[in-house]
């Protein structure tokens, strides 16, 4: 498989593809990986690996493999010593021999042969096994391997090692890794020395399931916009701890945005539903100005809603004969109200 680098929210993302059907025959491309899933997975076992504990069982059982070959190791030397003796007896049997006596010779001279071939084996099988005796570890290696596993996390972990120096370290530690797409992402390890790991992933969700918005997150919202405009329901959110799916807080471009998308009513339509009334639609009820409206919604003498971030309002609507006509201006009296609007707090 080949790998493709790609630029994500600032980020260098891998993807894993299997193009060589697409290369070879022009057919579709067999499958694509998401290789942050993968390497992360990769990244996990390897720390897991490189643990102390794990290396010291793995050290015992190569003390376990050491004894072993140890005691086969004099039993392969005494088969070799076994061929060395009848090809040499062999040999001593063929120079006896009388040559005029042809077909004796020829027999012996085959014999001699067969017990060469056989020591060659032996002593090939033997060199072998030396070999791997050879690289047995030793006390001083086990203990730099065991100070290894306490750095190893450090050392991998460190954001300023280049990604291409943790390949190096990788192919050091791994074989290969065989990947197969399906419901469940399929990662068989092969480590060096043979051993394999089997991990099951779980496919990362696609961008835009990851960017919505959660249905609580949105229930929320909906409920808070029938007493806050966006920039308050921003500030309630990120009271409450609630972040956005990057990990961000809320403001007013994004629940109006959030608002959008889900077709929610806005502040302004929830307050003209309840049929509350703008000033302008207030003063030509009343009789009085525009500007008298807005003067006794800020001495509090109407009952006004803010509906957006620039503090605009609409009002709570009165009777209609709730004000006296001709009373505007700058020496305007109180609006009279009925005693069902007294009680409720209106003046």
């Known amino acids: 498989m080949s790998i493709h680098y790609s630029i994500a929210y600032q980020q260098v993302v891998p993807t894993y593809v299997c193009q060589e059907a697409s290369v070879r025959t022009a057919e579709k491309v067999c499958q694509r990986v998401p290789g942050s899933v ?110 290894l596993a306490t750095d190893f996390p450090r050392v991998w972990n460190d954001p300023c090692v280049e ?20 419901e469940m992402i399929q990662a068989h390890v092969r480590l060096r020395g043979g051993a394999t790991r089997t991990l099951t992933l779980t496919k990362p969700l696609p961008i835009a399931q990851i960017r919505k918005t959660k249905p609580e997150v949105v229930a929320e919202i909906d409920g808070l916009l029938d007493h806050y405009c966006d920039r308050e329901v921003a500030e309630v959110l990120n009271r409450q701890g609630r972040r956005t799916w990057q990990g961000e807080s809320f403001n007013l471009k994004k629940i109006a945005h959030i608002r959008e998308a889900f077709k929610l009513k806005s502040r302004y339509s929830r307050l003209r539903a309840k049929g509350l009334l703008t000033a302008k639609e207030m003063s030509v009820r009343h009789g009085v100005t525009f500007t008298t409206i807005n003067a006794w919604g800020r001495e509090g003498l109407l009952q006004k809603h803010h509906y957006d971030n620039v503090r605009r309002c609409l009002y709570e609507p009165l009777d209609e004969n709730a004000i006296l006509k001709g009373q505007g ?17 209106a003046v």
Request: glycine residues 2%.
């Open 163 to 182: 990604p291409r120096e943790r390949k190096r370290i990788l192919r050091l530690l791994i074989e290969d890794v065989t990947l197969i797409n399906g």
């Open 38 to 147: 993968i390497d992360q997975a990769i990244s996990n076992l390897l720390l897991e690996l490189m643990q102390p504990m794990t290396l010291q069982v793995a050290l015992a059982v190569q003390q376990e493999v050491e004894a072993r070959v140890t005691e086969t190791d004099a039993l392969r030397r005494k088969h070799v010593e076994r061929a060395q003796y009848e090809a040499e007896l062999a040999r001593r049997r063929y120079m006896k021999v009388d040559p005029d006596n042809r077909l004796v010779a020829d027999s012996l001279e085959a014999e001699w042969n067969n017990h060469l071939r056989t020591l060659a084996e032996a002593q090939e099988q033997y060199e072998q096994q030396t070999q791997k005796l050879r690289l047995l570890i030793d006390a001083q290696t086990k203990q730099q391997l065991l100070s």
């Open 329 to 345: 201006g700058r020496a305007a009296k109180q609006p009279i109200l009925t005693s069902a609007q007294a009680g409720q707090g």
